[in-house]
């Protein structure tokens, strides 16, 4: 399942950071996930849930913040926001397939909470 390799890679970075700088809890992380990628919030939520037990990351809430997924044409020069399908394919304006995908391919942590409590 995707959405399980993904928690355990934000559970790892997140403790890494954590313990970089000399905290052992973190208490929220919050992440960026574009609509492009297809993960889903419910079951990357669920797997972060079951995998933070026992990692500093343990009562740690997860932030997911989902970004649109936008496109650019080529052709008539217009940004444009995507729809519900995960790839933009063609330019609601000219018609164009010439369209580059602009945002929604984010996947990275924005924010992160630490303390040293025990
Ligand atoms: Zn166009």
């Known amino acids: 399942m995707h959405e399980v390799s993904i928690a355990s890679e934000l559970i790892r970075v997140a403790t890494l950071e954590c313990n970089k700088n000399g905290y052992n809890k973190i208490s929220s992380i919050k992440v960026a996930i574009g ?31 989902e970004i ?5 044409c080529e052709k008539c020069k217009k940004e444009f926001e995507g729809n519900n399908s995960y790839i933009v394919f063609q330019c609601p304006f000219c018609e164009s397939f010439s369209v580059n995908v602009v945002s929604g391919k984010e996947l990275n942590i924005i924010e992160m909470e630490v303390s040293d409590e025990n």
């Open 68 to 72: 649109p997924i936008k496109g650019f």
């Open 35 to 65: 609509k492009a990628t297809g993960v889903m919030p419910d079951a990357l939520l669920f797997a972060f849930n079951v995998l933070k037990e026992g990692t500093a990351a343990e009562s740690a809430i997860l932030v997911i913040e």
